[in-house]
C-alpha cells in the first residue's frame, strides 16, 4: 500500500492547526477560567475563614462577657443578700433594743410609782400615827407628844453608859463650838429647859447648845458635836414598817406576765 505523504502531510498540518487552535482558543480560556474560579474560590474561602475566625473570636468574646457577668451577678446577689441579712439583723437588734427600753422603762415606771406610793404611804402612816400619838397622850398623859419625846431624850442622856457618857463628856468640853441638838418641831422653852438641865447634870459642866429646828428628823431629837451623836426617834419603827409594806408592795406589783419570746434572725 502506497502512502501520500501529503495527505499525511496535510492531515498532520491540519491536527497541529486544529491542536492549536483549540489551546489557542479552547484549552486557554477554561483554564484561565478554572484558575480564576481557583482564586475566587479560593478568596472566598478565605473571607470566610476570616469571617469565621472573627465570628469565633466574637463568641469568644460574647462567651467571656456573659461569664464575666454571671460572676458579677453571683457577686451582686451575693452581696445583696450579705446587705439584706445585714440590714435584717439590725431591724432584728433595734428591734430587740427598743424592747428591752421599754421594758426598762415601765420596770423604771413601776419602781417610781411604787416609792412613791411607798413614800406616801410611810407619809401617813407616821402622820396618822403621830396624830394618833399626840391625842392619846393628851386624853390620857395630860401631855403633848413633843413633851413625851423631850423627856425620853432625857432619860437617854442620863441613862448613857459610862463608855458613851464619858466620849460625850470629852468632847463637849473640848469642843468651841456649841452642841447642835435638833428636833423635827420647835422645841418649847421648858423642853429646851429640861434638855439643857441633863445636859449640864449629865456632863457635870455648863454645855453650850444651839437648838435648831430638822423636819428631816422624823418625830425624834439629836445632839450632834464633833461627829459624837446622841438621838432618839420613832424613825426606827416607822422603817421597819416602811420595810414591811415595801416588801408586800413589791409582791404585789411584780408583772406576772409570761417573759417574751426573744426574736431570733433566721
Known amino acids: 500500500m502506497?502512502?501520500?505523504w501529503f495527505t499525511v502531510s496535510a492531515q498532520a498540518l491540519n491536527f497541529l492547526i486544529l491542536v492549536w487552535l483549540m489551546k489557542r482558543f479552547l484549552y486557554k480560556p477554561i483554564l484561565h477560567a478554572i484558575d480564576a474560579r481557583e482564586q475566587r474560590i479560593a478568596k472566598e474561602l478565605a473571607d470566610a475563614e476570616a469571617k469565621m475566625a472573627v465570628a469565633q473570636k466574637e463568641r469568644d468574646e460574647f462567651k467571656h462577657k456573659n461569664e464575666k457577668f454571671d460572676q458579677q451577678r453571683d457577686e451582686l446577689l451575693s452581696k445583696a443578700k450579705d446587705e439584706v441579712k445585714?440590714?435584717?439583723?439590725?431591724l432584728l437588734n433595734e428591734v430587740r433594743q427598743a424592747a428591752d427600753d421599754l421594758r426598762a422603762k415601765r420596770q423604771d415606771a413601776l419602781?417610781?410609782?411604787q416609792q412613791s406610793l411607798n413614800n406616801e404611804i410611810t407619809?401617813?402612816?407616821?402622820?396618822?400615827?403621830?396624830?394618833i400619838t399626840r391625842k392619846t397622850l393628851s386624853d390620857l398623859?395630860?401631855?403633848?407628844?413633843?413633851?413625851?419625846?423631850?423627856?425620853?431624850?432625857?432619860?437617854?442622856?442620863?441613862?448613857?453608859?459610862?463608855k458613851a457618857k464619858e466620849s460625850l463628856a470629852t468632847v463637849l468640853k473640848t469642843s468651841s463650838d456649841p452642841?447642835?441638838?435638833?428636833?423635827?418641831?420647835?422645841?418649847p422653852s421648858e423642853q429646851r429647859s429640861l434638855i439643857q438641865?441633863?445636859?449640864?447634870?449629865?456632863?457635870?459642866a455648863e454645855i453650850q447648845v444651839r437648838f435648831e429646828t430638822a423636819p428631816e428628823v422624823i418625830s425624834g431629837i439629836e445632839l450632834t458635836t464633833n461627829g459624837q451623836k446622841v438621838a432618839w426617834s420613832i424613825a426606827d419603827y416607822l422603817a421597819s414598817m416602811e420595810k414591811s409594806i415595801g416588801e408586800l408592795l413589791k409582791e404585789q406589783s411584780n408583772p406576772k406576765d409570761k417573759p417574751a419570746v426573744p426574736v431570733e434572725a433566721k
Open 2 to 4: 502506497l502512502i501520500d
Open 86 to 90: 445585714g440590714e435584717r439583723q439590725r
Open 111 to 113: 419602781k417610781r410609782e
Open 123 to 131: 407619809r401617813r402612816t407616821r402622820d396618822e400615827v403621830f396624830a
Open 141 to 162: 398623859a395630860g401631855t403633848t407628844l413633843e413633851e413625851r419625846m423631850s423627856e425620853v431624850f432625857d432619860l437617854r442622856l442620863r441613862n448613857l453608859d459610862d
Open 179 to 187: 452642841a447642835i441638838l435638833r428636833s423635827a418641831f420647835e422645841l
Open 197 to 204: 438641865n441633863a445636859l449640864n447634870e449629865t456632863f457635870s
